[in-house]
Nanobody
């Protein structure tokens, strides 16, 4: 069992930056790929970014590539999402999740955090 706790609730202006953190508790964090997903009101949950167990592999949704960076610190059992050049359309609840597979599909993720709100004003 893995418990995930996100932090970094934020209200920022368009063009600003915000860093989300996700702390993991429980089983071996370093054995999991970690992903970030988001869900805007009235929309389905969508993939944002994934990082493999070692941190050497990352993959991003086209909508955030070049603006967001996912990273992890296995010594601290924490994964991060650095978000730069934020746009109003980035407004959503952001979730971190853990998976045994390096995947962009939500169905491959076994453990989810509670979500944290990010609001970008225009």
């Amino acid at each position: 069992q893995v418990q995930l706790v996100e932090s970094g609730v934020g209200l920022v202006q368009a063009g600003g930056s915000l860093r989300l953190s996700c702390a993991a508790f429980g089983r071996t964090f370093s054995s999991y790929a970690m992903g970030w997903f988001r869900q805007a009101p009235g929309k389905e949950r969508e993939f944002v970014a994934v990082i493999n167990w070692s941190g050497a592999g990352t993959y991003y949704a086209a909508s955030v590539k070049g603006r967001f960076t996912i990273s992890r610190d296995n010594a601290k059992n924490t994964v991060y999402l650095q978000m730069n050049s934020l746009k109003p359309e980035d407004t959503a609840v952001y979730y971190c999740a853990a998976s045994g597979s390096y995947s962009s599909s939500p169905s491959q993720y076994n453990y989810w955090g509670q979500g944290t709100q990010v609001t970008v004003s225009s």
